[in-house]
C-alpha cells in the first residue's frame, strides 16, 4: 500500500515540471502527507493541466456514507477496472497526485516496523498514477482522489508487498488525457509500466504519526 509521503519542492519546481500554468492556491510544502488529509494533484481539463488539492481517501460518488474514504486511499490496479469504485473512475477521472518521497515500513520481527523514506534515484519530482472522484449530498460537496498500487518491484519487494504505481515521466499526460478511455486498457496501460529506479534510507519512527511534520521525519537514522 501507500500510506504516507512527502512533498517539499518550492512551487514554482512543481509547475515547472508538470507544466502547469497557474500557481497553485495555498500551496506548502508537507514532510507527512497522511490519509484524510489533503493532497496536490493535476488533472487535465481537455485544454490545459490544472493543479490543486484533493481530499486523500476515494468517496464515490454514489456513496452514502463519507467515511469509506478511509478504507479507500488505494486502489489494486490489478483489479481496478472491473470494480465498481474504480471502474468509471478509470474511464474518465485520471489524476497525478504530486510527491517527491513516500514512507514505508519494513517488517524486522512480529513487533517491530523500521519507517523508511524511499524517492527516485534520477530526478527529483513524480507523480503517483491517481483517480478522484466528486461527491455531493445537501450542501455538502467533496472532492476525493486514491492512489493506485501494484506488486512490488524486486528493490520494493525487499520491503513491502505493495507499492505505489509511479508514472514515467512521458507517460504523464498519457495517464491525464482528459477524453474517455476503456477502463482495463488503462488497467494494462498502468501493469506495463516500466519500473523507475528506486532508492531508501532508514528514519526514526517519529514518523510514525500523523501528528508529526518537520524535518525530523526525513532525517537519515542515526548509524
Same mark, same amino acid.
Given at each position: 500500500?501507500?500510506?504516507?509521503?512527502?512533498?517539499?519542492?518550492?512551487? @514554482?519546481?512543481?509547475?515547472?515540471?508538470?507544466?502547469?500554468?497557474?500557481?497553485?492556491? !495555498?500551496?506548502?510544502?508537507?514532510? !507527512?502527507?497522511?490519509?484524510?488529509?489533503?493532497?496536490?494533484?493535476?488533472?487535465?481539463?481537455?485544454?490545459?493541466?490544472?493543479?490543486?488539492?484533493?481530499?486523500?481517501? @476515494?468517496?464515490?460518488?454514489?456513496? $452514502?456514507?463519507?467515511?469509506?474514504?478511509?478504507?479507500?486511499?488505494?486502489?489494486? %490496479?490489478?483489479?481496478?477496472?472491473?470494480?465498481?469504485?474504480?471502474?468509471?473512475?478509470?474511464?474518465?477521472?485520471?489524476?497525478?497526485?504530486?510527491?517527491?518521497?513516500?514512507?514505508?515500513? $519494513?517488517? @524486522?520481527?512480529?513487533?517491530?516496523?523500521?519507517?523508511?523514506?524511499?524517492?527516485? /534515484?534520477?530526478?527529483?519530482?513524480?507523480?503517483?498514477?491517481? @483517480?478522484?472522484?466528486?461527491? $455531493?449530498?445537501?450542501?455538502?460537496?467533496? &472532492?476525493?482522489?486514491?492512489?493506485? %498500487?501494484?506488486?512490488? !518491484?524486486?528493490?520494493?519487494?525487499?520491503?513491502?508487498?505493495?507499492?505505489? &504505481?509511479?508514472?514515467?515521466?512521458?507517460?504523464?499526460?498519457?495517464?491525464?488525457? $482528459?477524453?474517455?478511455?476503456?477502463?482495463?486498457?488503462? /488497467? !494494462?496501460?498502468?501493469?506495463?509500466?516500466?519500473?523507475?529506479?528506486?532508492?531508501?534510507?532508514? &528514519?526514526?519512527?517519529?514518523?510514525?504519526?500523523?501528528?508529526?511534520?518537520?524535518? %525530523?521525519?526525513?532525517?537519515?537514522?542515526?548509524?
Amino acid at each position: 500500500m501507500c500510506g504516507r509521503f512527502t512533498l517539499l519542492a518550492e512551487e @514554482l519546481e512543481i509547475l515547472e515540471a508538470f507544466g502547469v500554468a497557474h500557481e497553485i492556491e !495555498n500551496y506548502e510544502p508537507r514532510y !507527512n502527507i497522511a490519509p484524510g488529509q489533503s493532497v496536490l494533484a493535476i488533472v487535465h481539463d481537455g485544454g490545459k493541466k490544472r493543479a490543486g488539492y484533493l481530499k486523500w481517501g @476515494l468517496v464515490p460518488s454514489w456513496a $452514502k456514507d463519507p467515511s469509506i474514504g478511509y478504507k479507500m486511499i488505494n486502489a489494486r %490496479t490489478e483489479t481496478a477496472a472491473g470494480k465498481p469504485s474504480f471502474k468509471r473512475l478509470m474511464e474518465r477521472r485520471r489524476c497525478l497526485i504530486v510527491a517527491d518521497s513516500f514512507y514505508e515500513w $519494513k517488517k @524486522l520481527d512480529q513487533k517491530t516496523k523500521q519507517p523508511l523514506r524511499i524517492s527516485l /534515484q534520477d530526478r527529483k519530482l513524480f507523480a503517483f498514477a491517481g @483517480l478522484w472522484d466528486r461527491w $455531493k449530498q445537501g450542501d455538502k460537496e467533496m &472532492v476525493t482522489c486514491t492512489i493506485m %498500487t501494484k506488486s512490488p !518491484n524486486e528493490f520494493m519487494s525487499e520491503i513491502h508487498n505493495r507499492m505505489p &504505481v509511479i508514472l514515467p515521466k512521458e507517460k504523464e499526460e498519457d495517464w491525464i488525457k $482528459k477524453e474517455s478511455r476503456d477502463p482495463m486498457e488503462m /488497467q !494494462n496501460f498502468l501493469l506495463d509500466l516500466p519500473n523507475e529506479d528506486l532508492t531508501a534510507y532508514e &528514519v526514526s519512527t517519529y514518523v510514525n504519526s500523523a501528528k508529526n511534520e518537520g524535518e %525530523t521525519c526525513i532525517a537519515p537514522l542515526a548509524d
